[in-house]
């Protein structure tokens, strides 16, 4: 194996214990369809599509070609005041799919960017509707909105914010959707619908007019699959629409496919004012994340300035990058002349069984799924969260990647699987687990 690294120590990794991994790492050399080989030659499974951004597989030459040509015909274009026509294409694909009326994208380079850049717009709409008493911001205990300050402020998973105790002030979280007595469910959980009531209580106890925006992942996936009950999504949209508050679904999982759809939305028929995206949207290819927002907002936000004013004043050097906007359109070219959305929907209901299955496991207290994603909990050893990683390393060197949050195992296949390739998977798995029953 060509393994080059003769350092480890230089490298902070991120959400990672260094000393540990450094003492036994887990290097990727080479990856190419949904197979990964490490540095000491062995062939790994990719079970969560790298990070939930790879459907289409690794070692697309069609997202390569495409990037490697943009770098040499244009490898850089300001994004201030100037602009290259690769970002108004992909914009367009990417409304293309989107629900009406959200037509509107701005560019970011992660789903946490994406997520700050939420926040903003949220705000750059009320003001400029001289609505300037919405400060408060709702999100939801177990929910992940990345790792921005922003983001963190939002996010309801405690290690993520309990050394940054100063973080955005005025935001509240209603409860997660986890119920006990829904173990096992699979989809949609019939009751639990009166959990979207915790927004309403909101607007009771600060006031309606004060809350600028509720931002929810449709299914709240680093947190181990949280599908939301029957009416649940629903119910938010109309607390929102009667309070003048706007809908943000986090769509940085969900988005591109992995429910079935190209979006949460669709498949829950539930249209929120701003989606944000990121990891699939150029298949993990290029960091790249976007933001969608409803015709409404934009124009709001653009007609309320002065002609030749800028209207928003927030953007990144790297915003709209032509390799990554040439990775994103090849990417959903790649989506939409290759079908792969229905290809990864042709697999749910055999990746859902295959999961599903693991419930006979002692170990196993909880399986939950819905499309091409599925999580299941793991009976915690001596101390909550210690044994779901010590089972991610072992599932590696037995050849299969997952990832796992504390005890959860979030399992997320490329769309190119085949139904024999889940299989695998889920044998490994369970081969693996039975090694800790
Ligand atoms: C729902 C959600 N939002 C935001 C993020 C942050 O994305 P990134 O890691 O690209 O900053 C993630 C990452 O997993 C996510 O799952």
Redesign the pocket.
């Given at each position: 194996m060509d393994f080059t690294a003769n350092s480890l120590e230089e490298h902070w990794m991120p959400f990672t214990p260094n000393r540990e991994f450094k003492e036994e790492p887990r290097l990727v050399e080479k990856s190419s369809g949904i197979r990964l080989v490490d540095h000491r030659g062995g062939t790994v499974l990719d079970g969560s599509s790298g990070?939930?951004c790879v459907p289409a597989g690794h070692g697309r030459r069609e997202i390569a070609d495409a990037v490697h040509a943009q770098l040499l015909k244009n490898d850089y274009t300001a994004p201030f005041n100037l602009g290259h026509s690769g970002s108004f294409q992909l914009a367009r694909m990417v409304s293309a799919i989107a629900p009406e009326p959200i037509n509107h994208v701005f560019f970011t380079n992660?789903?946490?960017?994406?997520?700050d850049t939420a926040l903003k717009i949220c705000m750059a709409y009320h003001g400029a509707r001289g609505d300037h008493r919405r400060q408060r911001f709702v999100s939801r205990e177990r929910a992940?909105?990345?790792?921005n300050m922003g983001?963190v402020s939002l996010s309801g998973m405690v290690k993520n914010r309990d050394i940054f105790s100063v973080c955005m002030p005025y935001i509240v979280n209603m409860r997660h959707t986890w119920r006990p007595e829904d173990r096992f469910t699979r989809g949609q959980a019939e009751n639990g619908e009166d959990l979207a009531n915790d927004l309403q209580r909101f607007c009771d106890t600060y006031g309606g007019y004060t809350i600028a925006a509720c931002f929810v992942?449709p299914v709240a996936?680093?947190t181990g699959v949280l599908v939301p009950p029957k009416g649940y999504l629903e119910r938010l949209r109309e607390i929102c629409d009667a309070n003048g508050i706007l809908l943000v679904f986090?769509e940085?999982?969900t988005g591109f496919g992995r429910l079935g759809p190209p979006f949460a939305a669709e498949a829950f028929g539930v249209t929120p004012d701003i989606m944000?995206m990121?990891?699939a949207l150029t298949n993990g290819c290029q960091p790249m994340?976007a933001v969608a927002v409803k015709d409404e907002i934009y124009d709001t936000v653009v007609d309320a300035s002065p002609d030749g004013a800028i209207e928003f004043f927030h953007g990144y050097t790297y915003s709209a990058h032509p390799a990554a906007c040439a990775a994103g359109i090849a990417t959903q070219t790649l989506y939409r002349d290759g079908g792969l959305f229905e290809q990864g929907a042709a697999l749910i209901d055999h990746f859902q069984d295959a999961v599903y299955a693991l419930e006979d496991m002692d170990i196993v207290t909880d399986v939950r799924g819905y499309g091409l994603i599925a999580g299941f909990d793991l009976k915690p050893g001596a101390k909550p969260g210690a044994l779901g990683p010590q089972v991610q390393k072992r599932l590696f060197w037995n050849g299969l990647h997952v990832k796992f949050t504390g005890d959860a195992g979030i399992v997320a296949p490329p769309f190119i699987s085949t139904e024999d390739d889940i299989d695998e998977m889920i044998d490994i798995l369970r081969r693996t687990l039975l090694e800790y029953s």
């Amino acid at each position: 194996m060509d393994f080059t690294a003769n350092s480890l120590e230089e490298h902070w990794m991120p959400f990672t214990p260094n000393r540990e991994f450094k003492e036994e790492p887990r290097l990727v050399e080479k990856s190419s369809g949904i197979r990964l080989v490490d540095h000491r030659g062995g062939t790994v499974l990719d079970g969560s599509s790298g990070l939930f951004c790879v459907p289409a597989g690794h070692g697309r030459r069609e997202i390569a070609d495409a990037v490697h040509a943009q770098l040499l015909k244009n490898d850089y274009t300001a994004p201030f005041n100037l602009g290259h026509s690769g970002s108004f294409q992909l914009a367009r694909m990417v409304s293309a799919i989107a629900p009406e009326p959200i037509n509107h994208v701005f560019f970011t380079n992660s789903g946490s960017e994406s997520i700050d850049t939420a926040l903003k717009i949220c705000m750059a709409y009320h003001g400029a509707r001289g609505d300037h008493r919405r400060q408060r911001f709702v999100s939801r205990e177990r929910a992940y909105h990345g790792v921005n300050m922003g983001g963190v402020s939002l996010s309801g998973m405690v290690k993520n914010r309990d050394i940054f105790s100063v973080c955005m002030p005025y935001i509240v979280n209603m409860r997660h959707t986890w119920r006990p007595e829904d173990r096992f469910t699979r989809g949609q959980a019939e009751n639990g619908e009166d959990l979207a009531n915790d927004l309403q209580r909101f607007c009771d106890t600060y006031g309606g007019y004060t809350i600028a925006a509720c931002f929810v992942e449709p299914v709240a996936g680093s947190t181990g699959v949280l599908v939301p009950p029957k009416g649940y999504l629903e119910r938010l949209r109309e607390i929102c629409d009667a309070n003048g508050i706007l809908l943000v679904f986090d769509e940085v999982i969900t988005g591109f496919g992995r429910l079935g759809p190209p979006f949460a939305a669709e498949a829950f028929g539930v249209t929120p004012d701003i989606m944000t995206m990121a990891k699939a949207l150029t298949n993990g290819c290029q960091p790249m994340g976007a933001v969608a927002v409803k015709d409404e907002i934009y124009d709001t936000v653009v007609d309320a300035s002065p002609d030749g004013a800028i209207e928003f004043f927030h953007g990144y050097t790297y915003s709209a990058h032509p390799a990554a906007c040439a990775a994103g359109i090849a990417t959903q070219t790649l989506y939409r002349d290759g079908g792969l959305f229905e290809q990864g929907a042709a697999l749910i209901d055999h990746f859902q069984d295959a999961v599903y299955a693991l419930e006979d496991m002692d170990i196993v207290t909880d399986v939950r799924g819905y499309g091409l994603i599925a999580g299941f909990d793991l009976k915690p050893g001596a101390k909550p969260g210690a044994l779901g990683p010590q089972v991610q390393k072992r599932l590696f060197w037995n050849g299969l990647h997952v990832k796992f949050t504390g005890d959860a195992g979030i399992v997320a296949p490329p769309f190119i699987s085949t139904e024999d390739d889940i299989d695998e998977m889920i044998d490994i798995l369970r081969r693996t687990l039975l090694e800790y029953s």
